[in-house]
């Protein structure tokens, strides 16, 4: 076995140890929600990691794709990679997740596998791990949120349009910023250049599905404005009136 395929294989190990710890710990939430908080960590983890590694460890993945990879890099590759082996699994057992998003789990896996198989690209690698997790802490937020009573508030609202905003600016402005200097340059192999455009293309299919959610309570919300507003009107109108009697 080679040392790479064992360290995956202990940040599996690590990932599970966890979920099991969590579920001892916290047997009346459900597995779900024990493995949610795995999903907290990973992605607070992850973004932390790839954030050092893209804007200190270097090097700059918009000038320099294509690169071989460094030891840190491999590193956070390998643990999302043990991550995201155990989410997989996780999710087509308790078939919790829709096609989207085992799309996404499959082809974050096969590129981590193939990033490493090649010892290049490891810094786009990093960059998507960035981009795609920046924003799992307000979404697993949003569901803790929603499944304790607390959604309906003003955090609610705040994690909703931090989401949205997020999503909007990493995925789609800066990824799309980032799979054109990919596909300019000419030191990236072909294949991690299709792999780009997919991922790239997946967060179009998610945006797909924010977008209207995003109109909907922003309507929503309006609706909910007006309606006070008009309340207070008729308020101050009936305070009037009854001065105007007493």
């Not at 932390?48 to 804007?55: E, L, P, R, S, W």
């Not at 829709?98 to 990033?115: F, K």
């Not at 792999?195 to 922003?218: E, H, Q, T």
Request: glycine share 10%; proline share 3%; charged share 15%.
């Amino acid at each position: 076995m080679s040392p790479l395929m064992l360290a995956v294989g202990v940040c599996l190990a690590g990932w599970i140890a966890l979920y099991a710890l969590l579920c001892y710990a916290n047997g009346t939430c459900g597995y779900e929600w024990n493995c949610r908080l795995v999903t907290l960590f990973h992605g607070i983890l992850a973004v932390c990691i790839t954030a050092y590694i893209g804007y200190i460890d270097g090097p700059w993945p918009f000038t320099n794709p294509g690169t071989k990879n460094t030891a840190l890099q491999i590193s956070a590759m390998v643990i999302s990679l043990g991550y995201f082996i155990f989410d997989m699994a996780w999710c087509v057992y308790f078939r919790t997740e829709g096609l989207v998003m085992l799309a996404h789990h499959t082809m974050s896996i096969l590129g981590i596998l193939l990033t490493l198989w090649l010892g290049e690209s490891g810094i786009e690698g990093c960059a998507v791990l960035f981009g795609s997790e920046i924003t799992n802490p307000l979404l697993q937020t949003r569901w803790f949120l929603k499944h304790s009573g607390r959604y309906n508030s003003l955090l609610g609202d705040v994690v909703d349009l931090l989401f949205v905003l997020l999503f909007v600016l990493m995925r789609i402005f800066i990824g799309g910023n980032m799979l054109y200097c990919e596909l300019i340059s000419p030191n990236p192999k072909f294949i991690i250049k299709c792999g780009g455009v997919a991922m790239y293309a997946l967060s179009w299919v998610f945006m797909a599905d924010i977008g209207p959610f995003a109109y909907r309570k922003s309507l929503v919300k309006y609706q909910r404005w007006v309606n006070r507003h008009r309340m207070a009107e008729v308020n101050g109108q009936d305070v009037k009136r009854d001065r105007k009697i007493s």
